[in-house]
């Protein structure tokens, strides 16, 4: 390691029980090795030195992790290039930082030092604590560039040690994209002023200088916005809002269900980050006035990995907002055991699935995994043999095993015009984006009758209510017991972390009152997450279904057919062994999978039975 020389780190990682002095002898047999196979290619000290500089010699922390060695422990793990540097870190009594790019000011990491000193020295400045700068370095001897910043800064520096990996990817990655986006404002006429900045709708504003407007097509812009979709893939976001204010632009991505803020750019560049956006999903870039819809498909070549971006545009107060909807396949398409099923309610969903005829229905509010839930179901059961058909406002994920139609209410492509026609196209399996009327309820029950597997979403708050809501909507309850096959209404909850799971004991008095079925106990021992740099210190990581699965028995649909009501219909599917939202939920967090708090938090709704 260039920080120590090969013998002070490998004392320092045998002290730290890192590594055995057994191992400490192999790394230096094979150190040497690799020096002797060096000297051979270049043939002499002074070759070996250009090598070493030219070429990068390999560093002994690249050969201990090449290696595939194992910790002496305890625990016994991996030695990876961060377990050898916090090794490092506690002899030197130096701390560690494990770097998270969401935490991290675009602004301290690439304005408190140049680009080029930052990346010669591997240092990154990452943030401002009471007057005390804080710099994460990989070396944790160079007293004298912290000195040169302490200068140049004229602030007191505080070193934290890290990976050579983290400190470069995180280099790479700010700097290259704050260099697009000052290219694109220096473009466009400097930053903001009073002359240039751009209010939007909220107020008209009358510009008295002209300025250039910078093109969507422009390098730095195309850069800038390719970032944008390559940071989101890497964070798992599932969505990016661009969000104008008076000043600045928002850049913010939706993890696990919750917004972070990742960048505020300079207002000077939203206009032409949007329209870049609306041009690669073949939106009307002149049109500022009203809300439009696209969606563009992304891919990284090297990873192998696409996904569907839906792209929504609207405006408001300041200009246009956009909001970018990320669907990938991976999360999309899903085995469905995977999803969170309890073995009783996968079990009856797979007699939906198989059935031959009839009508299931998926419910559940905006962002409860439905479209999950679907596109893995058609996916298990596509096969060669059947003629699978959809209807959607949008298609959210082409797949090619699916004959995909978009609505169009501009041209009248309506749910309900398409399934007036849909019979002749000789499907095996429907699929119904959403029923929003008599209509489209009428040509489900229509198609089932016929003999078709209709599959559909609908808005209710649980299971046995979309019995009523299809009443409501005007279906004669005769017709809803013999086409109905059952309902499934599901939330997402977020997953406790693993990384940080710890237990701990709650009052079981205290979760009855909340409506968890704990009988028989004084406490109850759970499972939470007390936060860390995986999970961003929210204790969650990822997220898990919660079902309440409703089958249509004889029982139930003379009741429907009698007219009975929600809550009478709830009494006997319970006692038929249907498991309630907020059940299937206290099972998970007795399994260690989520927490109380989740479970309330999305359960809220539900009765306490």
Known sequence: MSFLNSDALLDLLVKEQTITAEQRQFIVLQKGKQRQKLLKQFGGRRQEDEARQDKGFPDL????????????????????????????????????KKLDPLELDMDTVTKTIPRSFAVNHLILPVGVHNGVLEVVTYHPDNRHVLDDIERANQVK??????????????L???????????AAESQFGGPATSATVDIGNLEQYVRLATTKELSSTDQHIKAAVNHLFSYALEQRASDIHIEPKRNVCLVRFRIDGILHTIYKLPKAVHSAITSRIKSLARLDIAEKRRPQDGRIKIGRREEGQEAEIRVSTVPVAFGEKTVMRILNPDVIFQQLDNLGFSRRDRAVYNNFMTAAHGIVLVTGPTGSGKSTTLYSTLKQIASPEKNIVTVEDPVEMVHEDFNQIAVQAQIDVTFSTILRNILRQDPDIIMIGEIRD????SHAVQAALTGHLVFSTLHTNDAVSTIIRLEDLGLEPFLIASTMLGALAQRLVRRICPHCAEPY???????????????GRETVELTRGKGCLQCRNTGYLGRLGIFEVFPMSEQLKKMIAARANDSDLRQVAIREGMTTLREDAWRKVQAGLTTVEEALRVTGEMDAA
């Open 157 to 170: 520096v505080r070193p934290y040690l890290s990976t050579r990996t983290d400190i470069k990817k995180i």
């Open 438 to 441: 008599l209509e489209t309820a």
């Open 61 to 96: 922390v690249d050969v201990i992790v090449s290696l595939g060695l194992e910790s002496a422990g305890p625990p016994k793990a991996a030695l990876t290039e961060e377990l050898i540097i916090r090794a490092v870190s506690r002899g030197l009594k130096i701390p560690f």
């Open 505 to 519: 004991t709650v009052d079981a008095a205290g979760l009855r009152k909340l409506g968890f079925p704990v009988i």
């Open 172 to 182: 790479a990655e700010f700097f290259g994209f704050q260099r697009s986006i000052t």
